[in-house]
Nanobody
Framework: QVQLVESGGGVVQAGGSLRLSCTASGLTFSSYSMVWFRQAPGKEREFVSV????????DFADSVKGRFTISRDHAKNTVYLQMSSLKPEDTAVYYCAATRSYSNYYSQNGMTYWGKGTLVTVSV
């Protein structure tokens, strides 16, 4: 049974930092691109970042470029999202997802597995 478990969410002041973790089990971690999405209250779920399988190249939504980084640790089957210079508009539930797609990283429809999410609240 595949599980993706996110952790690291919490309340942080604007300008602060948080590191989210997503630990995967039940799958061959290296065979999957790992993706972070987020969903703010009253809004649709949106792409945040991806770290691709094989190449380990990364991509980010324009709204987080220069502030967020993504990395993966194959020894721990874990993907990290380091978030810095946080803004109130970053407040959302952050979801980890996994896909074997080589191109459809940006759409929810391209994901195979999902975590249950972790809440990040950025206060002014």
């Amino acid at each position: 049974q595949v599980q993706l478990v996110e952790s690291g969410g919490g309340v942080v002041q604007a300008g602060g930092s948080l590191r989210l973790s997503c630990t995967a089990s039940g799958l061959t971690f290296s065979s999957y691109s790992m993706v972070w999405f987020r969903q703010a209250p009253g809004k649709e779920r949106e792409f945040v970042s991806v770290i691709k399988r094989t190449t380990y190249s990364t991509d980010f939504a324009d709204s987080v470029k220069g502030r967020f980084t993504i990395s993966r640790d194959h020894a721990k089957n874990t993907v990290y999202l380091q978030m810095s210079s946080l803004k109130p508009e970053d407040t959302a539930v952050y979801y980890c997802a996994a896909t074997r797609s080589y191109s459809n990283y940006y759409s929810q429809n391209g994901m195979t597995y999902w975590g249950k999410g972790t809440l990040v609240t950025v206060s002014v």
